[in-house]
């Protein structure tokens, strides 16, 4: 299984990964990543010599818009398609051991350290994906590191963290999540809540991260066995946190319980790039928990992997999707035939639909109305 440099190289040898050069942060990054990722087979996009920025600042996005790269970043056979992708990650995901990670002294993430005034974050290019974004975002395909005061184990959790100063930037959490469990041991006792953020992520890291695996274990034990190797970590030096010592950018510092300090974030275009996302509650500016730095990490070559929440289905969300149908089929095999029932219908559909289908014109073809009369069905039924 290769590493994100490693498949980015593969990606540029085979023609699945393109480069632009010259983008604009604000204007044009969102925009490319949008028209390239609405056709089929859309190549992944690595923008370099972003204006206003030192050559080597990168952004990569659209990482998981087919099944092949979808399939070579989660360690699968990329020749298969459709239903049989769906059941070989499931496979890999049900065959679960713990591979605790590797605790190491150095790696690439330690190569440049900058703390207290040296902090800077606007020098990385995060862009303004969409044109009604409330802000800069370094985060959307992150993991967010912390641990549980009562257990010790090590949480790793996605979020949208948006730049609101040079030192300091703002991660908002859904409520219910783990991370803001965690964070609200913390809070309750007035304690700020150490935090990591990590920015160009192994994929394989990022897709246990975005399961919500069951609380207490660690997604770095569960990635460890989905890729046959512990996962090397070093302790950040201000947290004490693990840290991917192969990530490109981390940033470290504490979540302040949110009544004593706060921004406003957002909004931001989520999953459904509409208007009408900016009228839902997630489209909302809001106050949220705000990180302040005390150091970040970068490598020699920076990257932040970037999800535009696009309204293209990505093939990599059906991870999420596959966790989920996992516990059905647990269900299923406990007898409940509720679970069953939905079951078959996220199984056919996530195979059908999530993975999105070229049409002959070169168009796309999602498939959402036979679903919703199913899921109509299953409601009608109790």
């Known amino acids: 299984m290769r590493n994100l440099r490693g498949l980015i190289d593969h990606w540029l040898g085979n023609g699945q990964l393109k480069i632009v050069e010259g983008a604009d942060a604000d204007a044009d990054i969102g925009a490319v990543a949008e028209v390239s990722g609405s056709g089929a087979e859309p190549p992944a996009l690595l923008f370099d010599r ?151 992520i192994e994929p394989i890291l990022f897709a246990a991260a975005s399961l919500g695996l069951p609380w207490g274990v660690s997604e770095y034990d569960f990635a460890g066995n989905v890729a046959g190797r512990p996962f090397e970590v070093v302790a950040g030096e201000h947290t004490g946190l693990p840290i991917p010592a192969h990530a490109e950018i981390v940033l470290e510092g504490e979540m302040p319980p949110p009544d004593v300090e706060s921004r406003p974030e957002g909004p931001f275009g989520e999953w459904r790039l509409l208007c009408l996302g900016y009228a839902s509650g997630a489209g909302h500016s809001r106050q949220t928990r705000v990180l302040p730095q005390r150091s970040y990490h970068h490598c020699r070559w920076r990257f932040e992997d970037l999800s535009p929440r696009q309204l293209p289905v990505s093939a990599f969300p059906l991870c999420r999707n596959l966790e989920r149908a996992r516990k059905m089929r647990r269900h299923r095999r406990e007898g409940c035939l509720a679970a069953r029932i939905r079951n078959e219908i996220l199984t056919s559909h996530l195979a059908a639909a999530a993975l999105r289908r070229p049409r002959a014109s070169g168009g796309t073809r999602r498939i959402g109305r036979p679903r919703r009369r199913l899921l109509g069905s299953l409601r009608n039924c109790g």
Request: aromatic share 6%.
């Open 50 to 200: 972003i204006k206003g920025y030192l050559e080597g600042y990168r952004v990569l996005i659209n990482m998981f818009q087919t099944q092949c790269r979808t399939a070579e970043a989660l360690g699968v056979d990329d020749t298969l398609r459709g239903a049989s992708l769906v059941n070989a990650i499931r496979k890999r995901m049900e065959d679960h051991k713990p591979v605790p990670p590797k605790l190491v002294m150095a790696g690439p993430i330690t190569e440049h350290i900058q703390r207290g005034k040296d902090i800077d974050v606007f020098k990385f290019p995060a862009p303004k994906i969409h044109k009604d974004d409330g802000g800069k975002y370094i985060g959307t395909q992150d993991a967010v590191i912390t641990k549980d005061q009562e257990g010790g184990w090590v949480n790793l959790g996605t979020a949208r963290v948006q730049v609101q100063e040079p030192d300091l930037v703002s991660i908002y959490i859904s409520p219910g999540k783990q991370t803001r469990l965690i964070a609200e041991q913390y809070w309750t006792k007035k304690q700020a809540c150490p935090v990591a953020v990590v920015c160009g």
